[in-house]
């Protein structure tokens, strides 16, 4: 994402750490943050931050989206074994996991109401890593 102010012409912007200029008492609002923040960089108090080119940039903002969207599986994962086992369904005893093609088939098994144990039992392939049943 591009900033606007790298846009403006005349406009020289000046990232910095936050936390180097933070601890500062007594600046409360915007304006004066502002004017703070411009009286230290003219005298050369705080020290500018590179600003990374425009792909690597995007390059983070994907990678920040992914690691989002994965976490966000991980957790309807949980949240579907939990509603499961509610229901008096463990099929995490017979498939290590639930959304591998075991799980899938079995879950597509019980939505059409195939309710019969033994059935659902055989559903577990040789190769998919089904957990003995003893």
């Given amino acids: 994402m591009r900033c606007v102010l ?4 005349g406009v020289e912007m000046m990232p910095v750490n936050a936390r180097h200029v933070k601890t500062v008492p007594g600046r409360k609002t915007d304006a004066t943050d502002a004017t703070w923040l411009a009286q230290l960089a003219a005298y050369g108090l ?3 931050l590179s600003v ?3 792909p690597i940039r995007q390059l983070r903002d994907l990678t920040r989206a992914r690691t989002a969207i994965t ?4 957790r309807e994962a949980q949240r579907l074994e939990k509603l499961l086992e509610d229901a ?3 099929l995490s005893a ?3 996991d639930i959304l591998g093609v075991s799980g899938r088939l079995m879950l ?4 059409a109401s195939d309710h019969d144990p033994a059935a659902l039992a055989e559903w577990p392939s040789v190769g998919c890593g089904a957990r003995s049943r003893s």
């Fill in 88 to 90: 008096g369904i463990k």
């Fill in 46 to 48: 705080v020290h500018a």
């Fill in 52 to 54: 990374l080119p425009e």
């Fill in 71 to 74: 976490r966000e599986r991980a």
């Fill in 94 to 96: 017979v498939t290590s």
């Fill in 108 to 111: 597509e098994a019980l939505i």
């Fill in 6 to 9: 790298e846009d403006l012409p």
